[in-house]
Structures are given as C-alpha cells and as structure tokens.
Nanobody, 125 residues
C-alpha cells in the first residue's frame, strides 16, 4: 500500500491550497483517511479525518477553514485549506487505517497503518 501526497507549496497569508493523497494497493473507501501536520520542533498533530458514510472530523484550529473530502472512485482524499496563516505552515501527511477508528482514536498517529511521504506547506508574505 502506498499513499502519495501532493499539492503543497508557498502561499501568502489568507491564501488557499488543496492537498491530494492518492492511495494505491488497497481500497480505503470504508476506512478512515486523515491528514496530520508537523511543524519544525513540534509533534505531529491531527488536522482532519474522513470516515465512512461521509463523516468528517476536524481539529479545532482548522475547523471552518479546512475541508476534507474523498473520491472513493479515485481512492483519493483531499484537503482544501482556506484562509491560511503562518501557524498552518508545516509538512502535511496523509494517513490511512485498516481499522474503523472511533472518533476519540482519530487524532492518535499510532492508530494509522499507512503514511504518505509528506508535502510542505509554507505560508509567508
């Protein structure tokens, strides 16, 4: 199983980016796929998750600005990021789990079985 993340880059404060994560080798249509991020010197933190039935979950810091979505036909999950600010700058990782995680488990990186390589998001004027 491989996850390929893409879409990162440099954006000005207030700008937008859309990240993509394409999965291959396994269909994740009924399993959770999530985004995490890690800034220099900080721990990896949960950003957003997409579970079965269209359920989505967000970290408080991104709620209302970020939107996670998935295209099961393409085995791809997206992260639309709007109103970006410098605190959002980090390496963003997509992750997938073989288990139907409960909500309380979603933010725990240890609950995920597969990780993408990360894509850098820089927010600067």
């Amino acid at each position: 199983v491989q996850l390929q993340a893409s879409g990162g880059g440099l954006v000005q404060p207030g700008g937008s980016l859309r990240l993509s994560c394409a999965a291959s080798g396994r269909t994740f249509s009924t399993l959770p796929m999530s985004w995490f991020r890690q800034a220099p010197g900080k721990e990896r933190e949960f950003v957003a998750a997409s579970r079965w039935g269209g359920m989505t979950h967000y970290a408080g810091s991104v709620k209302g600005r970020f939107t996670i979505s998935r295209d099961n036909g393409k085995n791809t999950v997206y992260l639309q990021m709007n109103s970006l600010n410098p605190e959002d700058a980090a390496v963003y990782y997509c992750a997938a789990s073989e288990s139907r995680l409960i909500v309380s488990s979603l933010p725990n990186p240890a609950m995920y079985d597969y990780w993408g390589q990360g894509t850098q998001v820089t927010v600067s004027s």
